[in-house]
């Protein structure tokens, strides 16, 4: 395997996302072989510690991933750790020795990564200062990978964007989507682009709805501060949701490179009809939860929740239809719902095929237990694999029908092996492929879209519905499928139960 050169300067060394994903990452790079000699990592943020203590924060960090003590110390090795506050001009300078040092030092050759994992409002200050105090450098990469949220809208983003690519050009600009980086995202493409039987029935003549659910059943956690501000449509639906989309919706590129794939999928976003704020309410729902139960858990309300204003208006779900005004999907509803403190978690899509034009069988107990339609079912997480439940007959002397359901999982063996979201797509950035990362277009047309719906909502006095905690969501999630004639294939298990009906 070769071995990539490179210096990891993290702004935000100090922080949870550094020490949850990114260390651990790194880790898992270096016990592959992807980085082993060359490399060093500068760890920055304002806090005050010295290169030891944060080679000990840096174990902690890697803990869960049973190092060996050798492993442990030869990793720590490359990392330090320099005190420096973004907004001081005066403090680069330090950080421009180091890096030039530790180039030398681990002969890196000038590949630099730049990875912000700091609020968004840092990231011009960082940028304008990496080129005015020349620590980007002229013999080796540049990348600079930057973390949701891009921006807040629309406007915000594109400010942001023009600020740093007045220092880095979109080539060498990786905006993470972790989702992206996780496998089954991955393998929509397979799904697709592999299978003739799958591609051919892809388009509208054969499907009737899809639904992209992203469900999680932690609260907000200690994120309080930035949810409250967020919410769950820019938390989760301008970006992953929208990504899902996209990819589920493009066309087949021409072949499979990172320029392809990003057309595709910033045609298959401009063709999502953006609303009026007047329709908002019939295409769109939001929900926060309340105070609620689920086995022996209790869960407290989400105004009741640490750095949450207790009039918070903050939505922590949305359910939404898109519509995607081409040829292709025409008539068809992309259903999307995302939200927290919901009764399980998973990322799971939905194809629902529509059913044979005649029905020639009798109407019956099993047809009605499936409802005659066919569904493709792809997990992304935490279970990753997918299934197709399908009509049968079923075993015996009389004709009646039966559902099937063929249905494939990722071995817990193939799992183990398999990198993690942050691993894949710090080695891709490594490698300079930009598949599986935003292009500023795609990030542009997704605030587009939810602009209006974000607008819509401030303007809007009415209560918020509300959700019990444990539960998929306010019923006007399900009414929003009900008055389309549909209903959410995932469901909790006792829905299927109380109409008979085939659990999913
Ligand atoms: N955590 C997560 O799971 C996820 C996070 N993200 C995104 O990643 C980014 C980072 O998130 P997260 O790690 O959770 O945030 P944290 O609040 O945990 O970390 C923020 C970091 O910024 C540093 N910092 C703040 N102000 C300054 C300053 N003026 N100069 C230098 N350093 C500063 C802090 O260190 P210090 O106080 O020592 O200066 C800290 O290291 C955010 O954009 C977030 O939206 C995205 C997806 C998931
Ligand atoms: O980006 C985010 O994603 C996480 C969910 O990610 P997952 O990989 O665990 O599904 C979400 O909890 C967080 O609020 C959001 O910022």
Redesign the pocket.
């Known amino acids: 395997m070769q071995e990539h050169r490179a210096l990891f300067v993290i ?11 990114l260390y651990p990452s790194l880790f898992r790079l270096f016990r592959k072989g992807n980085i082993a000699t060359h490399f060093a990592v500068i760890g ?4 005050e510690w010295s290169n030891d203590y944060f080679r000990e924060i840096i174990k902690t960090a890697i803990e869960p991933l049973e190092p060996t003590k050798e492993e442990e110390e030869a990793f720590v090795q490359h990392f330090y750790y320099q ?6 001009t005066e403090e680069y300078t330090v950080i421009k020795t180091l890096a030039d040092r530790l180039d030398e030092q681990y002969e890196i050759g000038g590949n630099r990564l730049f990875y ?5 409002n ?1 990231f011009g200050v960082i940028t304008r200062h990496l080129k005015s105090e020349e620590i980007i450098t002229n013999n080796g990469f540049n990348r600079l990978v930057i ?3 891009f921006g807040s809208d629309y406007e915000s983003a594109r400010l942001l964007n023009e600020e740093i690519r007045e220092v880095f050009e979109e080539d060498q600009i990786f905006r ?1 989507d ?1 989702y992206l980086g996780k496998e089954m995202i991955q393998n929509i493409s397979a799904i697709r682009f592999a299978n003739n039987m799958i591609e051919s029935l892809w388009n509208n003549r054969y499907i009737d709805n899809v639904q992209v659910t992203l469900a999680e059943s932690l609260g907000v956690e200690e ?1 309080g501060g ?1 949810y409250d501000k967020s919410g769950a449509l820019k938390d989760m639906i301008q970006n992953h949701a929208l990504q899902i989309v996209s990819l589920l919706a493009m066309e087949p590129p021409r072949i499979f490179d990172d320029e392809e794939i990003r057309q595709e999928k910033i045609i298959a976003l401009r063709s999502i009809r953006i609303l009026s704020e007047a329709e908002v309410d019939q295409f769109f729902v939001r929900g926060q939860y309340s105070a609620g139960k689920l086995k022996d858990d209790t869960f407290a309300a989400y105004h009741d929740e640490l750095n949450v204003a207790p009039d918070s208006r903050t939505e922590t779900f949305v359910a939404g239809k898109l519509l995607i005004d081409n040829f292709r999907w025409a008539g068809v509803p992309f259903y999307i719902r995302s939200g927290k403190r919901l009764t399980e978690k998973g990322t799971r899509i939905n194809i629902v095929f529509k059913p044979v034009p005649v029905n020639i069988f009798r109407e019956n107990e099993a047809t009605r237990k499936i409802k005659g339609k066919d569904v493709l079912t792809i997990y992304i997480q935490p279970t990753e694999g997918f299934s197709l439940t399908m009509n049968g007959k079923e075993i015996g002397p009389s004709f009646s029908l039966a559902p099937i359901k063929l249905d494939y999982r990722h071995s817990a063996d193939a799992l183990e092996n398999s990198p993690e979201a942050y691993e894949r797509l710090l080695l891709d950035c490594l490698n300079g492929d930009a598949t599986n990362f935003t292009h500023w277009d795609e990030v542009a047309q997704s605030w587009r879209i939810v602009d209006v719906i974000r607008q819509a909502w401030d303007k809007d006095t009415a209560a918020i519905p509300s959700y019990a905690a444990g539960t998929m969501g306010p019923d006007e999630a399900f009414q929003l499928l009900e008055k389309d004639g549909h209903d959410w294939i995932w469901q909790p298990d006792a829905w299927y139960r109380e109409r008979g009906y085939l659990t999913d």
């Open positions: 702004f935000g060394g100090t922080g949870d996302l550094a020490k949850r994903k920055t943020a304002r806090r005190s420096h506050n973004v907004t001081n912000l994992a700091m609020a968004p840092f973390e949701k949220p993470i972790h994120r930035y």
